[in-house]
């Protein structure tokens, strides 16, 4: 695949690259970015005139594609009626309907709705609703957060600070984060027979420091960003036997689970557990707009209100954005109404079939899969770029980080482009 750029769009990627911090990026960028002139579907056009299959849609987002008829209508009914207006004392018809369905979707007992403009955002709520809760109870000494090693929650200063300090993409700042407790990972395997040596080690914090922990976080099933660790169903329902024995607070971060990436609606149906606290993101528009929202039981919700100042403190400008919300309307009944458990069936089957004996290579350390999630594992961490690059060559886009070469698709995305995928991604990795 060749990279001819035409002049006008040359000085678009020269100014991009000297001027615009992209993520995790430095300023100039060494690497220029690759121009997109339209997306459809599962196909992304590059600014050459190239198509690329997506394999990230859009990091685990855009679960129905790009401008899906469906829902590009709704967006554009809502466009012409009301795109904004500010939620203070306000409501308005598409925030009320998405609430519905949240309540009604997300496991049982959480039924309020708070609505934030990202995923982070929506981890920051969730950890400021764990703390004013204690507070609301005149235990402030309850104030520190228990998480496990190897999570990630964001890139705000709380959800930074409940990331893997070690491992994860934020060790530059732990001598300014509030210092929080950290338990050992839980044990990879979605279907492991484990001693619960995990389980063990995470009770033993608990049982030590308990009255000084408000809440748990933790991402169901899957660590996305710090790892793409699969992890078996009993650790969460364990885990939230604990929260509830040690009178700590459960927080569910499925801001890249939710909305059936794992073959679940969320996460946390696989272990049948319900948090105190869950964040939804990503997937909540299909990939178009942004938007997030936490979600708390009555208890949480009543527990802050009784309380000084009986508000909960927290209030973006663009909360509960309309266009937003009736395009999250429109992306959930879309999902609802499609066969989107045998699309997720059948795009594992098919991840398995094709990278599993990737496992053979010298390269390779372990292979693994997970509904409409493959993650190839490589032994060595400086090989993402060039892999990426030969991926590209082969027409597949894909953004590996350290050692992991993922794919997350949309859960439609037609048998031809998804063989494509999968052949793309074996020969890049075969080329090391």
């Not at 696989?270 to 178009?288: F, Q, R, Y």
């Amino acid at each position: 695949m060749t990279m001819q750029l035409n002049p006008h769009w040359q000085a678009l990627i020269d100014f991009d690259q000297q001027h615009i911090w992209h993520p995790y990026s430095a300023s100039p960028n060494p690497i220029p970015p690759i121009g997109v002139k339209c997306t459809q579907g599962s196909l992304i056009t590059l600014a050459d005139g190239n198509e690329v299959v997506d394999g990230m849609s859009s990091w685990w987002a855009a679960i129905h594609g790009y401008n899906h008829p469906q829902i590009m209508q709704a967006m554009k009914e809502q466009i012409d009626q009301m795109p904004h207006i500010m939620f203070g004392g306000l409501t308005h018809e598409p925030a009320v309907k998405l609430a519905k369905r949240l309540i009604e979707l997300t496991p049982q007992g959480l039924d309020k709705v708070f609505f934030a403009d990202s995923g982070s955002v929506s981890m920051e709520v969730a950890i400021k609703i764990a703390l004013q809760y204690w507070i609301s109870r005149g235990q402030n000494r309850k104030n520190r957060l228990l998480t496990v090693r190897n999570g990630y929650h964001g890139d705000t200063f709380a959800t930074m600070a409940v990331c893997d300090p070690v491992n994860g993409m934020h060790h530059l700042f732990n001598e300014v984060l509030r210092k929080n407790l950290f338990a050992p990972a839980p044990q990879m395997g979605f279907a492991l027979e484990s001693d619960n040596q995990d389980i063990a080690d995470l009770e033993a914090i608990l049982r030590k420091y308990h009255p000084e922990i408000a809440a748990v976080t933790i991402e169901p099933i899957v660590q996305g960003a710090g790892g793409m660790r699969f992890y078996r169903p009993d650790y969460l329902k364990q885990l939230k036997t604990l929260c509830e024995q040690y009178d700590v607070l459960m927080i569910a971060d499925e801001i890249a689970t939710g909305f059936g990436r794992t073959g679940k609606l969320f996460a946390c149906e696989w272990a049948e557990v319900s948090p105190d606290i869950m964040c939804v993101g990503k997937a909540l528009t299909g990939g178009n707009l942004t938007l997030a929202a936490t979600l708390c039981t009555e208890n949480v919700s009543r527990t802050i209100s009784e309380g000084e100042p009986g508000i909960l403190a927290h209030g973006p400008t663009f909360m509960a954005n309309p266009l937003a919300c009736a395009t999250a309307i429109a992306s959930i009944d879309l999902l609802l109404t499609s066969p989107w458990q045998q699309r997720i069936a059948d795009i594992e089957r098919h991840l398995k079939i094709e990278l599993m004996p990737l496992k053979e290579l010298e390269c390779v350390s372990e292979v693994r899969v997970l509904g409409a999630i493959g993650v190839v594992e490589l032994e060595r961490s400086d090989l993402g770029s060039e892999v990426q690059a030969a991926a590209l060559k082969n027409g597949v886009w894909i953004r590996p980080f350290g050692k992991l070469v993922y794919t997350m698709p949309a859960f439609n995305i037609p048998i031809e482009q998804l063989h494509m995928l999968t052949r793309g991604i074996k020969a890049a990795i075969h080329s090391l």
